[in-house]
């Protein structure tokens, strides 16, 4: 019995002492998607993931998990259907690669032996090995191992793929889509890396400052957003555009660029008033979207 | 059948690069008609894609005749005339913009502002939604 | 597995604390043979009768006095100071640690990440403590009782576990201090340099104020002298120990990490 959403937060904040880290979160997961969260270092997706996991509480608003919000009885529900993956990996450098498999198996009744088995022979883990030892790569392996084989609903990465190499990333990228088509869960990660998330991810949101400033389906903003370039005879005027979803009219020289995310005839219509020379119409990349999005106020 | 890494940043949507490169291959021979497709989770996992992208590209696929999607069984290579008549179709199509583009070039107009003069005429198509 | 992850975070400070406490005892044990010879020589006619004498000489002999036999000598060399002093170090420091200090090795996230409440994370980790806190009380003052018939005295079982006791209840206090400073420092020092610091405070006030002298009830001063045992300050003891887990509960809850 899911919900439509899986995870949904309401004009979430987030004060630590003098720091506003949410500023009134809203985001809307829903279920069965590949979730990418981008954001700028220190904008606020290590701690969306915290309140979602009750690892820190919110200061105003809502975060609700399955439905429930992730504190006291129902936390513990939320986090026995989740697993997670936290940025640095760090696991129980005291305790070896069996240990801590063994130690993770005893809280998860849904786990999944089978997979278990699989991923340490895709993985090659060695389990006499002791966490002290090995290699970021190696921790990042077993900290998906141990995620995947849980049998939960969600799956919370923060940034999977920090750390490896092309090669490493390309791996858990596949297990991680490997994993979702078989079983039925979904994947909600934070990532930097642009190209991932357009690789793999349906939907996303981009986190600036503690709030939202795009969602959705991933399909949908490529194709609404759109770059449309004037070249003029003389210099560029200065324009103002009324169409809504214009985000940076740039002058320069006898070039006007324009950034839209509306994506209908009502922008393209009042640009063709200005009867430039040549009007040029072109799409634009997650990492358009995202510099423009998270850029600082000029 | 081998089927390319789609290009994630090139702008084209992932499903859009996929629904491509099956009809090449079925104008190429490469998919004959009734042949199967790879199924949804392997090929994902394979071009490391979402698997609903997958499932998205073969919807648009059956939607618009090339393959059929059967119950249990898989996707298969449409053996219906469409496929034929989408090849012929293409081919005429590619013989009309052959003869325009020479026509401008004719004129003098170099291959660069020939292709923004044709993405400027298609943004009127690229609505916002994608889905038709 | 929590019990299980509690004994690896803590078994090699149990095993030296549990290895010196021992070793102490059983060295006080072997002590008395040699100072056997030697008390009875001292002539403690010299300074004035018990009736009169207040202060240093009075305490002095008084000292002497108790030592003369083994029981005393025990009771003075053992409980009153080595595993007293060493018993409230080593409850301090095995209540260091727990979930904050964690946050400050990373793997923090991971445990919080488990279906388990934060306040089953701090019961295991008292209950595991508490448990090997009983331990390190108890085996001491056994192996004196086994070791005692070697060198031709003997030391109950009864006074044994008595003792034991005293020690255990005490000590549960600066486990419960230290274990409630821990919530409230992330790093290991502070927690066991202020909990020694309050350790200490108490020591020196307990002399201007005998309501503090909770270390006569560890070293079970009135069962010694009188056969009775400090049921006020083990209740003391409880109530203390209870408020501060209870304290570090509350105020791990709140916490943000």
């Known amino acids: ?298 | 059948m081998i089927l390319l890494k789609p290009n994630p940043s090139s702008g084209v949507p992932i499903y859009l690069q996929l629904m491509e490169q099956v009809k090449h291959a079925i104008e190429t021979g490469a998919l004959k008609p009734g042949e199967q497709l790879p199924s949804i989770r392997p090929l994902a996992e394979e071009l490391v894609i979402n698997p609903n992208t997958v499932a998205k590209a073969y919807r648009e696929l059956e939607h618009e005749g090339v393959i059929e999607l059967r119950q249990g069984a898989g996707a298969f290579v449409s053996d219906k005339a469409p496929t034929q008549q989408e090849a012929e179709r293409l081919k005429a199509a590619q013989a009309l913009v052959a003869q325009g583009i020479q026509r401008l070039r004719d004129r003098g107009i170099t291959d660069e502002e020939i292709r923004r003069l044709i993405e400027a005429e298609l943004a009127g198509v690229y609505r916002s939604g994608g889905s038709r | 597995m929590l019990w299980h992850k509690a004994w690896l975070e803590t078994r090699w400070r149990f095993i030296i604390a549990l290895l010196i406490l021992t070793v102490m005892a059983a060295s006080n044990v072997f002590d008395y043979l040699a100072t056997q010879r030697l008390l009875p020589l001292v002539d403690t006619t010299v300074v004035p009768p018990a009736a009169e004498a207040t202060g240093l000489g009075g305490m002095i002999r008084d000292a002497i006095e108790i030592q003369k036999d083994f029981r005393g000598f025990i009771w003075y060399q053992a409980f009153r100071q080595n595993l007293t002093q060493m018993g409230v170090f080593f409850a301090i420091l095995l209540g260091c640690g727990g979930l904050l200090h964690e946050s400050s090795k990373g793997s923090v996230l991971f445990t919080l990440s488990l279906p388990v409440t934060r306040k089953q994370l701090l019961g295991v980790r008292t209950g595991a403590g508490l448990t090997q806190l009983f331990a390190i009380s108890m085996v001491p003052p056994l192996a004196i009782s086994i070791l005692a018939p070697s060198i031709g005295q003997h030391f109950t079982m009864v006074d044994a576990l008595a003792h034991g006791i005293c020690i255990f209840f005490v000590a549960a206090v600066f486990f419960s201090l230290a274990s409630f400073l821990s919530t409230l420092f992330a790093d290991i020092w502070r927690p066991l340099l202020i909990a020694i610091g309050i350790a200490c405070a108490v020591a020196l006030a307990s002399v201007a104020v005998p309501q503090l002298a909770i270390f006569s009830v560890m070293n079970g001063e009135s069962y010694f002298r009188t056969g009775s045992l400090p049921w006020a300050g083990f209740l003391t003891s409880a109530v203390i120990a209870t408020a501060l887990l209870y304290s570090a509960a509350e105020t791990l809850e709140r916490r943000d990490f």
């Open chain 1, 1 to 298: 019995m899911s919900d439509r959403h899986v995870i949904e937060t309401a004009g979430l904040w987030k004060r630590y002492d003098e720091v506003e880290a949410l500023r009134g979160l809203d985001l809307q997961v829903p279920s069965g998607s590949i979730f990418g969260f981008l954001g700028k270092n220190g904008a606020g997706k290590t701690t969306t993931i915290k309140v979602l996991l009750g690892m820190a509480r919110p200061t105003r608003g809502e975060a609700r998990v399955f439905g429930k919000a992730p504190s006291g009885n129902d936390g513990v529900d939320v986090r026995r259907r989740t697993a997670f993956v936290s940025d640095e990996k760090d696991l129980y450098d005291y305790m070896s690669v069996a240990e801590m498999i063994a130690f993770t198996r005893s809280f998860y009744p849904r786990w999944r032996a089978d997979l278990e088995q699989q991923y340490l022979r895709k993985f090659d883990l060695q389990p006499g090995r002791n966490i002290k030892e090995l290699s970021r790569g190696m921790r990042t392996k077993l900290a998906m191992l141990l995620a995947l084989c849980r049998g939960a609903e969600l799956l919370m990465l923060d940034e999977p793929t920090s750390g490896l190499d092309p090669a490493m990333a390309e791996e858990m990228l596949q297990a991680l889509v490997g994993h979702v088509a078989a079983q039925e869960s979904t994947v909600f990660f934070s990532s930097h890396q642009l190209a991932e998330v357009e690789q793999i991810a349906d939907h996303i949101a981009i986190i600036d400052r503690g709030q939202t400033v795009v969602s959705g389906a991933l399909d949908d903003l490529r194709g609404q957003y759109r770059r449309i370039q004037l070249v003029f005879e003389g210099n560029a005027p200065e324009i103002k555009v009324h169409a809504p979803g214009t985000h940076r009219v740039r002058r320069q020289g006898r070039v006007l660029t324009v950034l839209s995310s509306s994506g209908g005839d009502a922008v393209l219509e009042e640009l063709r008033g200005y009867r430039p020379a040549s009007f040029e119409v072109s799409p634009v990349s997650l990492k358009d979207i995202f510099l423009e999005s998270v850029k600082t106020e000029d």
